[in-house]
């Protein structure tokens, strides 16, 4: 998913942005508002037990570097905190980063 040229028709409004979230996609790049590629996102949904959890991988690494659960699915302020705090997290640690 690591395709710059989806950059150059999205406004970047963000310190921290979830490429496709928006649209309620599941997955896609996270990119800063500068546009640097940081790594990737995911939803995982479990249906049975209506939650989820949003990951982040940082580039170049196997395993979600944060994780932040959503308890109720049917909530969108839940589901927008849970995207909140991830992208907190993410901007924390690139931060420490530079």
Request: glycine fraction near 12%.
């Amino acid at each position: 998913m690591n395709d710059e040229r989806h950059l150059d028709t999205v406004e970047l409004k963000y310190p921290i942005n979830l490429m496709g979230a928006e649209g309620g996609g599941e997955k896609g790049d996270v990119v800063t508002r500068d546009g640097e590629f940081l790594g990737a996102w995911s939803f995982e949904k479990n249906e049975a037990e209506e939650t989820g959890i949003f990951h982040f991988t940082a580039d170049g690494e196997v395993e979600p570097t944060f994780s932040e659960s959503v308890p109720v699915l049917t909530s969108g302020m839940l589901t927008g905190l849970a995207m909140s705090n991830l992208c907190r997290s993410i901007r924390d640690w690139h931060d420490g980063q530079s």
